[in-house]
């Protein structure tokens, strides 16, 4: 059983900052790739970004690429997303997925997922 568990979400004004986090539970041992999704009302899911367990190498959406950062704590078996310069167009509900492939920005591929925590971002 593998449970992912996401924090620090809420509301923020334009130009402002958030850290979510990401908790891993259960048997996490042989996660490849953790990886950062939001999804807005009415729009699919979109990737963010991912990181690699080993390594921490990371990629990022076009979209985010600058603003937002992807790291990780294996002690703690956590991922974080930092989130600086946020816009209205950043306002969504923000998922962690993990797989233990080694996978990138296709939301299919990943088998587990957090139930998501809401930003919102003011103008």
Do not use: H
């Amino acid at each position: 059983q593998v449970q992912l568990v996401e924090s620090g979400g809420g509301l923020v004004q334009t130009g402002g900052s958030l850290r979510l986090s990401c908790a891993a539970s259960g048997r996490t041992s042989g996660f490849s790739t953790m990886g950062w999704f939001r999804q807005a009302p009415g729009t699919e899911r979109e990737f963010v970004g991912r990181i690699r367990w080993s390594t921490g190498s990371t990629i990022y959406a076009d979209s985010v690429q600058g603003r937002f950062t992807i790291s990780r704590d294996n002690a703690k078996n956590t991922v974080y997303l930092e989130m600086n310069s946020l816009t209205p167009e950043d306002t969504a509900i923000y998922y962690c997925a993990a797989s233990r492939s080694i996978v990138s920005i296709r939301a299919p591929m990943y088998e587990y997922w957090g139930q998501g925590t809401q930003v919102t971002v003011s103008s």
